[in-house]
């Protein structure tokens, strides 16, 4: 899916947590998300704690569409 | 290690007074069975019901199948850990009851559980539409929390399967197969000029609702370990059964791993068997990282030339399968992928969820997409009230007569990615 | 009475013209015209050539979108065929696109056998492989009367409802697809023999040969995110309540859309996931773990994003046909592109 919203020219982020799978169909835009069972956040760390890890995540995601890439980038760091 | 397999022939399975097995016949008591399995409080109500191939009978959800074995000499007790004290097994003598299995059925826990047909074109599909089965069919307490349940299930079979076990006892085998794997320095010096082969064995384990058991341990807690293989036939593993109805490594299907059997069939003459690599599929990126490293540094470690690799489970697991193939060969040990497929219905997409250049060479165990037309049976085990919802069906498969439209990957392990059947998929 | 054919041909091999006359426009005459001889000749008795289509490769070409393909198909339907043959076009680039087009359509439109011929290095072979079976042939015409007449034995062989074997059997070019058999041996035996041989470095096999993954550019940056239309989409299974649309668990057939307006978070009383490729429980408890409503709906009220969009879009990923996953992108971008979405966060378990 995420290559054909690429293709028609709106940059999409993947947030997904098997990245090499991501790697592997074609998504430009990746950031690496907490685990299968919860992609944002952590509920075993508590509310707050999960919801701050889902809004870094999340900033990271948004922020990647605003950067110019050229081939397949992962986003590891917040930015 | 050694490990004697004494396999008793069972042709029929029958109701009798006495849970017996006489001249190839099984004969069970019904009422003690049941009384045996309800002596677990988490459950409401559980019957027996059996059957046997060719009958127009469907058995449905199931939840697992297992073959009942005693240990008869040697340390342990069949299932360590989980029906017994935690002790080593793989030596000694054990007894199987071969052709006969305990079969699992209850209200739909997850949408995982899958059907078994023993006539028609969907027992061409399911190794155990040959086999005479002791279906058990569970009812759970009401308001019964999913993974209690689950966990009340996979216990129930396994009770089932230990007390009709016990009619082993004093019997003599039909036939006796004896395996061996020495400790790994002198099973290499005992064959020098063969190729030293291992296997990769890799255990779902993505915690949804159940696992599987390594010696009672959940699998998602270990890292990766080496085995000896005659572990396996005295129930070291345990199914968790967590993953499409099509793709169950059931607890028979450990106990008759058909790689390790394989390759013991081959040791000494064409390969030296030299062990196995226990290793699991996990939910965190990391986890698949650090456990495929290991493995390739395990199988470098034991000297193994060639390796064979088998996954439980499609989607994100086929990351650690290609992970582990990659990893392995770059460092030193070529690898053969077994796995199974899932296209799509028109055969026409990718058949793996990852790839990698490394998994050059694969064996295919069948594309579990392609659609079947189930007819109606006599007589349903179980119910087919959840057909629509459990993997492989859809809303509307469901035809007024009691027969049902639905991918393979509804039947228990159609595609087992293992190497048990013979299904395979090409390319037209 | 015997079975119907009707053949499709270029100005070329109709005897019209060459390239001048590639702007020919679609006609259909009775009976044989030009190769339809050697067909005739190879179906045999039983099967009859009752019509010639014949159409230019320029006019194929220039009006693929101006309903050349209505046009032809409404000739070809008039002759009630029961089957259809397209060229062969071995290496002519244009023709062999207007055959696979012509012969894919015949096949959807009129659900009846078709088969058609190139050589595997034209265009067409590779736009259509996957759709129609595409006889292998040379790259020149002087293959005809080999060609033919395997033509005419796979069509055959599809109006008679027998079994079509593989590519190297019928001579059609691979068409990639995965398609199920009972090997003599069972994997495990197979498996076994094929490492040693691997070790052994002698003659390898694969069942499954690795596919090439198509990759697409990137699209442009964002360029002004706190003005920006940000758009959900999911293959985390995630639906409302109860699962009105009936999403499947896994294999999914469709794609659903679901409101979001004026809600601050995703709530477990209006959202649930069928995904039957994960444990649901902690989504199930709080689906934002998966559509992140609440850090998103912060976001738009600090200005950081101008605008969350009204919507999510999901889907269950596992079991997901790649191609069908691509089909649901083709459905729902346009949507997208209508409510002039800036940019999308796509979220897979």
Known sequence: MVKEIDRAGIPVTHICTVVPISLTIGANRIVPAVGIPYPLGDPTKGEKKSHEIREHLVTRALKALTVPVDKQTVFEEDF | MKLELGKIHIHDVQFGEQTKIEKGVLYVNAKELEAEVLKDDRLAGCHIELARPGESVRITPVKDVIEPRLKVEGPGCVFPGIMGKVTEVGKGVTYCMDGACVVTVGKIVGFQEGVIDMSGVAADYCPFSKTQNVCVVMEPKEG??????EAAGRMAGL??????????????????????TKPLLEQIAQYPDLPRIGYIHMLQSQGLLHDTYYYGVDAKQIVPTIMYPTEIFDGAIVSGNCVAPCDKVTTYHHEHNPVIEDLFKKHGKTLNFIGVVLTNENVFLMDKERHSDMVAKLCEYMGMEGALLT??????????????????????????????????????????????????????????NIVLH??????????????????????????????????????????????????????? | MPKKVVHYINQFFAGIGGEDKADYKPEIRAGIVGPGLALKSALGNEYEVVATVICGDNYFGSNIDKGVVPELLEMIKKYKPEGFVAGPAFNAGRYGVACGTIAKAVQDELHIPVVTGMYVENPGADMFKKDVYIIETKNSSADMRHAMPKLAALLKKQMEGKEVLGPKEEGYIEKGIRVNYFNERRG???????????????????????PVVDKVAPAPALKDLAHARIALVTSGGIVRQGNPDHLESSSASKWCKYSIEGMDHADKKDFMTVHGGYDRAFITEDPDLCIPVDVLRELEKKGFIGKLMDYFITTTGTGTATNSAKRFAEEYVPLLKKDRVDGVLLVST
């Open chain 2, 159 to 180: 009770t089932a399967a230990t007390y009709l076990a016990k009619a082993l006892k004093g019997m003599t085998p039909d036939e006796t197969e004896t395996f061996e």
């Open chain 3, 188 to 210: 495990s035996e197979r498996a076994v023999d094929l490492i040693v041989a691997k070790v052994k470095g002698e003659p390898v096999y694969t069942d499954y040969p690795l």
């Open chain 2, 144 to 149: 019964l929390e999913t993974h209690v349940y």
């Open chain 2, 311 to 368: 996954e439980e489970g499609y989607g994100n697991p086929d990351t650690d399968l290609m992970m582990n193939c990659r990893k392995v060969t770059q460092h030193g040990t070529k690898v053969v992928i077994i796995t199974d497929e899932f296209p799509g219905r028109d055969g026409k997409s990718y058949s793996l969820a990852d790839l990698t250049p490394e998994a050059n060479t694969m064996i295919s165990c069948g594309n579990g």
């Open chain 2, 374 to 428: 189930f007819p109606a049976m006599d007589k349903i085990i179980g119910t087919q009230e959840s057909i629509e919802m459990q993997i492989g069906g859809w809303v509307g498969c469901k035809h007024e007569d009691g027969s049902f439209d639905a991918e393979i990957q509804i039947i228990i392990a159609s595609t087992i990615a293992n190497g048990f059947n013979h299904l395979c998929a090409r390319q037209y």
